[in-house]
C-alpha cells in the first residue's frame, strides 16, 4: 500500500476510535468479567480469573466438597463452539453435570476464592450481563446465574429474570427468559440515581438477535439507604447458590459486573448493551459489517487488533 493511502485511512480509524468512544460508557467500570476460556492452573483446582478491574480468582465446584479435577470448562456446547463467539479458543462454564434446573437439584457452582466483595466500594449503578444456553430443559426456571450478599440476577418461578438488592428488594421481568440449547443474552441495569419512576431495566438478546428492553420496575430503595453496596455480605456466587443447590443446568459464558460509584453511569443502556453483544457474537463476515455501517467496521477492526478497546 503507498504512503499516501495510510494518509487517508489513519484518519478514518481515529474517527472511528472516537465514535466507539462515545458509544461506550464514560463512567462505567467492568467489574467482574469472567469468559471461562482457560484454567489460571490447570490440574489443581479448576480456578479462572477475572479480568475485571476488581480482580478475584474464582474457583468452579462440582459440588460442595473440593474441586474435582474433572474440568468445568469445555469447547463444545450442545456440539457446537463452547463460547458464546464461537472460536476455537472460547470456552465456557460447563454446568451441564447439574442434576436439573434451580430448585431441588444439585450442580456445579463458580465462586470467588476469597469470598468478600471488599475492595469494591459502593456502587450507584451497576449492570449484570451474562449469557446462558440451557442443556436439554427450556426453562430456566428458579436458577441462580449471579449473586453476591448484596445484589443478585437470578431465575425466578416462571422463568423470568430477578434482580435483587439485599435480599430484601426484588423486582421481576415481565416475561420469561428460555430457549432450549441457544446462547441468549441477558442483563439487568440498577440506576440507584433515580429518585423516582423506574430504576431497573430487563434486557434480552440472542446470537441473532439484538438486544432489546424487556421491562423496566421500580426498586423499593428503602431498605438499604439508597445504594447497593457491594462492601460487605459476602462473595460472589456465578450458576449456583453456595450450597449447590439452585444449579443452572446448562452452558454460562461471558459474566460480567459493571458499576460506577456516583451517577447513573453504571447502568449501561440498551446500545451499550448492543455494542457489547455485537463484541461477544461470532465475527461478521466483512459483508455483514459493511451492512452494519460503522459499528461493524469496529467489532473487524477490534478484533483484528487494529483498535483498543
Ligand atoms: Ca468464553
Ligand atoms: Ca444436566
Not at 9 to 20: E, M
Not at 55 to 75: I, P
Not at 120 to 149: N, P
Not at 174 to 199: K, L, P, R
Request: charged share 10%.
Amino acid at each position: 500500500m503507498k504512503p499516501q493511502n495510510n494518509n487517508r485511512i489513519l484518519p478514518v480509524l481515529l474517527q472511528l476510535c472516537a465514535v466507539f468512544t462515545l458509544a461506550s460508557s464514560a463512567h462505567a467500570v467492568l467489574l467482574f468479567d469472567l469468559d471461562f476460556n482457560s484454567y489460571s492452573n490447570p490440574g489443581t483446582n479448576n480456578r479462572v480469573q477475572s479480568t475485571g478491574a476488581a480482580g478475584g480468582t474464582f474457583e468452579l465446584r462440582r459440588s460442595t466438597t473440593a474441586g474435582s479435577a474433572a474440568s468445568l470448562l469445555t469447547t463444545t456446547a450442545n456440539g457446537v463452539g463452547g463460547g458464546v463467539s464461537g472460536r476455537a479458543d472460547d470456552q465456557s462454564f460447563n454446568e451441564t453435570a447439574a442434576t436439573g434446573m434451580g430448585t431441588g437439584y444439585t450442580g456445579p457452582v463458580a465462586y470467588n476464592v476469597a469470598n468478600t466483595m471488599s475492595g469494591v466500594a459502593a456502587q450507584t449503578s451497576v449492570t449484570i450481563a451474562a449469557w446462558f444456553k440451557t442443556d436439554s430443559t427450556t426453562s430456566i426456571t428458579s436458577a441462580r446465574l449471579f449473586e453476591t450478599g448484596n445484589i443478585s440476577m437470578n431465575s425466578a418461578a416462571s422463568g423470568e429474570i430477578t434482580f435483587s438488592v439485599n435480599g430484601a428488594n426484588s423486582v421481576l421481568s415481565s416475561a420469561a427468559y428460555g430457549a432450549t440449547q441457544e446462547w441468549v443474552f441477558v442483563a439487568a441495569t440498577f440506576d440507584g440515581s433515580i429518585a423516582s419512576g423506574n430504576n431497573v431495566n430487563f434486557y434480552i438478546g440472542g446470537l441473532d438477535r439484538e438486544v432489546s428492553l424487556v421491562s423496566s420496575a421500580r426498586m423499593n430503595q428503602s431498605n438499604w439507604a439508597g445504594l447497593p453496596a457491594l462492601t460487605s455480605g459476602g462473595g460472589i456466587r456465578i450458576g449456583n447458590v453456595g450450597n449447590n443447590t439452585r444449579p443452572f443446568d446448562g452452558y454460562l459464558d461471558n459474566v460480567q459486573l459493571y458499576g460506577e460509584t456516583s451517577g447513573g453511569g453504571g447502568a449501561l443502556g440498551r446500545d451499550q448493551l448492543e455494542l457489547l453483544r455485537l463484541s461477544q457474537i461470532p465475527e461478521p463476515s466483512t459483508s455483514a459489517a459493511l451492512v452494519l455501517g460503522g459499528v461493524g467496521t469496529m467489532l473487524l477492526l477490534r478484533r483484528r487488533g487494529l483498535a483498543g478497546r
